[in-house]
């Protein structure tokens, strides 16, 4: 079974520009959630998707946004990018089940210039 | 926020050698996990705990669920040169969805 993958794996921006990164979870699965990861922050809980709706969100500002299409992929946005903005953003997916099954991809890292 | 404190940092040990880290919060915790983090990759699930005073090992890996729910332990015996990486803890509060991670252990084993 293949497993989370995560487009783009790289990506540069500068500031004021919007980024949308892609999610595809794992076959079956169908509850999608992101987080941010900096060296000073550590890993965020963003938000997650099931069936085409947010059930749960982080404390990060509006600019923060995503969207979960019907065939589970799900897909993050950022409006307005800010250099702090600079992380490795991850996905992860489970089944309906407990948060232990959940299975994350590799990331995208976004650089802000 | 809830935050989760992890030790050590970093740690920098001879293979053979054993590892201890923890992790400690000022919140409850119903779930505790354990999970690695290689360079370029997500982080993988090592271990996961349950009930408070839970023993739970994993090969070589053996991890605790603190009796008071606010911590949790991870021990790593013998180690290995694949065990060089980033380890995290992370936190299921009661009736949340959400994990809360630690800030990461980065390990380091000279040959």
């Known amino acids: 079974k293949a497993g989370v993958t995560q487009t783009p794996r790289y990506l540069i921006k500068t500031r004021g520009q919007q980024v949308t990164l892609s999610c595809s979870p794992i076959?079956?699965?169908?509850?999608v959630s992101w987080y941010q990861q900096t060296p000073g922050q550590g890993l965020q809980f963003l938000f997650e998707y099931f069936s085409e709706t947010q059930r749960n969100k982080g404390n990060f500002p509006g600019r923060f946004s995503g969207r979960q299409f019907s065939n589970s992929r799900s897909e993050m946005n950022v409006s307005t990018l800010e250099l702090g903005d600079s992380a490795l953003y991850l996905c992860a997916s489970r089944s309906w089940g407990g948060l232990e099954t959940q299975y994350f991809g590799p990331g995208t890292r976004l650089l802000v210039l | 926020g809830q935050q989760l404190n992890q030790s050590p940092q970093s740690m920098f040990i001879q293979e053979g050698e054993d590892v201890s880290m923890n992790c400690t919060s000022s919140?409850?915790?119903?779930?505790w996990l354990w999970y690695k983090q290689d360079p370029g990759e997500g982080p993988v699930l090592l271990i996961a705990l349950y009930k408070a005073g839970e023993l739970t090992s994993n090969g070589r890996l053996t991890a605790q669920f603190g009796i008071t729910r606010k911590d949790s332990f991870l021990n790593i015996s013998a180690s290995i040169p694949s065990d060089v990486g980033i380890y995290f803890c992370?936190?299921?509060?009661?009736?949340?969805?959400?994990?809360?991670f630690g800030q990461g252990t980065r390990l380091t084993i000279n040959p």
């Open positions: 919140s409850i915790f119903n779930t």
């Open positions: 076959s079956g699965h169908r509850s």
């Open positions: 992370a936190g299921q509060l009661q009736g949340a969805q959400k994990l809360v």
